[in-house]
């Protein structure tokens, strides 16, 4: 197992174009997590998939911002219309349930220019 | 609502030397407690976590941290520090059920020779 991979690893969009980050979890992990990470903070949750269900969304997860888990495998996280503020990493994570502990991917960096 | 604090926004110290970077937490209920490191550029790796029993927990690399109740404590202990330490230190607390997870701002640990 390589662990939880995200693709591409850096991502560089004109504002008010869309892009979508991809997730691979470890293939045992159930649960599967999207955080997102700007400069000088600590993670910031944005929503969680137990297998293909999307269980909660956070706030800061505008209309512009969808995500899947189709088949309750990998992952992908859509953000339309971008703006400069979502400039960001973009972190995914796994665990089973019952571990409190997330295994994370590397993360996207997204710049919006 | 929960919260993390690390006062410490960034920490020097010497090769050799001990370390100890400090978290305060905020949760109404028995919290589940993580420390995890972040080199840069990369996603975050689980050191240890906190769910019960001895208050003294063991975690990769050396490190140990100490949960005290009475003081909504949670700091992060090296006895003796090397230069591939140097990262961000991030403090979580988890929400029960697992399924979200609130981290601190970090802390940046400097090395010297």
């Known amino acids: 197992d390589t662990g939880v991979s995200q693709d591409p690893r850096h991502k560089i969009t004109k504002r008010g174009q869309n892009v979508t980050f991809r997730c691979d979890p470890i293939?045992?992990?159930?649960?599967l997590y999207w955080y997102r990470q700007t400069l000088g903070q600590g993670p910031e949750f944005l929503t969680y998939?137990?297998?293909?269900?999307?269980?909660?969304k956070s706030r800061l997860l505008s209309d512009r911002f969808s995500a899947e888990r189709p088949k309750g495998s990998f992952s992908t996280l859509e953000i339309q219309r971008t703006e400069q503020g979502d400039s960001a990493m973009y972190l995914c994570?796994?665990?089973?349930?019952?571990?409190?502990?997330?295994?994370f991917g590397s993360g996207t960096r997204l710049t919006v220019v | 609502a929960q919260s993390v604090t690390q006062p410490d926004i960034h920490i020097t110290v010497s090769e050799g030397a001990s370390l100890e970077l400090r978290c305060n937490y905020s949760?109404?209920?028995?919290?589940?407690l993580f420390w995890y490191v972040q080199s840069p550029g990369q996603g975050l790796q689980l050191l240890l976590k906190?769910?019960?029993?001895?208050?003294l927990v063991q975690g990769i690399k050396g490190f140990e941290a100490e949960f005290k109740r009475s003081q909504s404590s949670f700091n992060l202990r090296k006895p003796s520090v090397h230069w591939s330490d140097a990262a961000e230190y991030f403090c979580?607390?988890?929400?029960?059920?697992?399924?979200?997870?609130?981290f601190g701002a970090g802390t940046r640990l400097f090395v010297k020779a």
């Open positions: 994570a796994s665990s089973l349930t019952g571990d409190y502990g997330y295994t």
């Open positions: 293939s045992e992990h159930n649960r």
């Open positions: 998939f137990q297998n293909e269900a999307q269980l909660e």
């Open positions: 949760y109404g209920a028995t919290p589940y």
């Open positions: 906190y769910f019960s029993g001895d208050t």
């Open positions: 979580a607390v988890g929400v029960t059920g697992g399924f979200k997870t609130i």
